[in-house]
């Protein structure tokens, strides 16, 4: 039987030595989406998917149909150029 104590320390001692990813810009999410959904992946939480529109300064409503939303997104990008 292990410890919590020891799972504990070995998850800081990962955390300390490899560190966290940096988190990712919103741009940067919006692309990796649409590369998701572009090789067939569907997008499961449609939360999420408001979310990241959300964050490139769409106006969603909240039971907008997913399609629509990710159509949205393809076009914010289309036009924008990251900062």
């Known amino acids: ?3 919590r104590w ?3 320390l070995f998850s800081r001692l990962k955390a300390l030595f490899f ?3 940096a988190p990712l810009s919103d ?3 919006a692309r990796q989406l649409i590369a998701a959904v572009d090789r ?3 997008p499961l939480n449609p939360a999420k998917v408001n979310a990241i529109a959300r964050s490139l300064g769409l106006e969603v409503a909240r039971h907008a149909p997913v399609e629509a939303t990710l159509e949205r ?3 914010a990008l ?6």
């Open 27 to 29: 741009y940067a999410r």
């Open 19 to 21: 560190g966290c990813p």
């Open 40 to 42: 067939g992946g569907i």
């Open 1 to 3: 039987m292990g410890s």
């Open 78 to 83: 289309a036009r924008a150029t990251e900062p």
């Open 6 to 8: 020891l799972a504990g």
């Open 73 to 75: 997104i393809r076009l």
